[in-house]
C-alpha cells in the first residue's frame, strides 16, 4: 500500500537557524498537502501542492513539489519559537481519495 | 469560524468497555474522518465516510466500527477496549474533492483515550 516517509523525526534549532523536513512517496502523486501541529493543538492546514516542480512560499515558509511528483519538501527561514510543533505531509495518490499522512517532522527551537 | 467538535477531550476506560467517541461538524461538509495519533507513527485513518450512512475502512479499521446516521456527525465506537487502543483520537472533515483539489483537512481538538 502507499508509503510516505518523512524526515527527520525530530529537528532542534538555534532560534534563527533554517529547517527543513522531507516527505517522499512510493508512488506517484496526484497532490500533497502540509500541516502544522502545535503542541497540545490539532493539525492546521498549511497548503496544497498539486503541480510537477511547483514552488510555493508563504512567508518564511518554502514548499516545494517535486519533478517526478513523488516527494516533497517544506523550508523555514530563520526560524522562531512560534514555528514549534510537528509539521505533516498527506501525500493523495492518484485515482486515490484517501490521504496518507506522513509520520510527522518535530521541530523545537533553542531560543 | 468553520468548527469541528469531538465529544471529550479526555477519556479513561477499562478494558472490555464500550467506548463512543462523537465528532460534529458545522460545514456541511460530505466527507468526514476519524484518525488516530501515535508517537512516531503519524496520523493513521481507521474509518472515512463520504457521505451519510456510508463508510469505508482505513489503514487500521480492526477493533472499530462507525457511524453516520446524520451528515454533521460521525462517531467512532469501540466496541470492547483494549489497553492498545490507548491513543489520541481526531476528527476530521472536508469538503468534496475535485481532481485537481484534496479538500482541505480540518481537525477536531482530539479526544485523548486510556484504556486501562
Known amino acids: 500500500g502507499q508509503q510516505v516517509m518523512q524526515i527527520p523525526q525530530y529537528q532542534h534549532v538555534q532560534e534563527g537557524e533554517d529547517f527543513t523536513t522531507y516527505c517522499n512517496s512510493s508512488t506517484t502523486l496526484s497532490n500533497i498537502q502540509w500541516y502544522k501541529q502545535r503542541p497540545g493543538g490539532h493539525p492546521v492546514f498549511l497548503i496544497q501542492l498539486v503541480k510537477s516542480g511547483e514552488v510555493k512560499k508563504q512567508k518564511r515558509l518554502t514548499f516545494q513539489f517535486g519533478e517526478a511528483k513523488k516527494n516533497s519538501s517544506l523550508h523555514i527561514t530563520a526560524t522562531q519559537t512560534t514555528d514549534v510543533g510537528t509539521y505533516f505531509c498527506a501525500a493523495l495518490p492518484f485515482g486515490n481519495e484517501k490521504l496518507t499522512f506522513g509520520t510527522g517532522t518535530r521541530l523545537t527551537i533553542i531560543p | 469560524d468553520v468548527k469541528v467538535t469531538q465529544s471529550s477531550r479526555y477519556l479513561v476506560k477499562r478494558t472490555g468497555e464500550k467506548v463512543f467517541l462523537e465528532c460534529v461538524q458545522d460545514m456541511d461538509h460530505e466527507n468526514m474522518f476519524w484518525y488516530r495519533q501515535d508517537p512516531g507513527l503519524g496520523l493513521r485513518l481507521i474509518y472515512f465516510s463520504y457521505d451519510v450512512k456510508m463508510k469505508e475502512k482505513g489503514d487500521i479499521p480492526e477493533g472499530y466500527s462507525v457511524s453516520r446516521e446524520k451528515k454533521e456527525r460521525f462517531s467512532l465506537i469501540l466496541e470492547s477496549a483494549s489497553t492498545n487502543q490507548t491513543s489520541m483520537y481526531l476528527c476530521?472533515?472536508?469538503?468534496?474533492?475535485?481532481?485537481?483539489?484534496?479538500?482541505?483537512?480540518?481537525f477536531g481538538e482530539g479526544s485523548r483515550l486510556t484504556v486501562l
Open positions: 476530521a472533515s472536508r469538503p468534496l474533492p475535485s481532481d485537481r483539489d484534496a479538500g482541505e483537512l480540518f
